[in-house]
């Protein structure tokens, strides 16, 4: 993948494109801040993140997240109601939109995903797999052809899986 060196004016543009969130990361900062401050701060952001895509790596400070609790459902007062949201820092989240935009360009221009690959595509979300899924079993019944489904219900996957596990495969 080809990671063209960007220009100010492309990552004001990233920026101003965000929402202005009032949710602060580790280092107490909103995008409100981050939008305020953008032309003055462009310069230095812009060689930072030229040096991230010419040495093919994600800087370190910007990989440190504040973790906070969310409420899912029931009692406020359980402990396992609650799941863990990491709020990544502001810097990162102009960043990632810069790599994804270069991950689009790339996937595009060389024609490398598949057909049915949705999600991840823009434009292309999971609501145009489920029309295809509901044609393709119209078109078997219309046919009268059989037809088969295995739908899983992924909400509360996060919470299937075996913590403690999940830790030992990040600290390795």
Not at 11 to 40: A, E, M, P
Not at 57 to 72: D, G, L, Q, R, S
Request: glycine content about 2%; overall charge positive; aromatic content about 10%.
């Amino acid at each position: 993948m080809f990671l063209l060196p960007m220009v100010e004016c492309e990552v004001i543009s990233v920026v101003n494109g965000c929402k202005s969130k009032t949710s602060t990361d580790c280092d107490d900062i909103d995008f409100r801040l981050i939008k305020s401050v953008i032309t003055s701060i462009v310069k230095p952001i812009t060689h930072i993140f030229n040096l991230s895509f010419k040495s093919g790596t994600f800087p370190e400070k910007m990989k440190i997240a504040k973790v906070i609790p969310h409420f899912k459902s029931g009692s406020k007062n359980y402990f396992n109601n609650y799941r863990p949201i990491s709020l990544l820092p502001q810097l990162s989240k102009i960043l990632e939109k810069l790599y994804s935009n270069r991950l689009n360009t790339f996937t595009k221009t060389y024609d490398i995903l598949n057909p049915c690959q949705y999600g991840f595509k823009e434009r292309i979300s999971t609501t145009h797999a489920l029309i295809k899924v509901v044609s393709e079993i119209t078109n078997s019944l219309n046919k009268r052809k059989p037809s088969i489904g295995v739908f899983i219900d992924l909400q509360k996957a996060f919470d299937t899986v075996d913590h403690q596990l999940l830790y030992c495969k990040y600290t390795m």
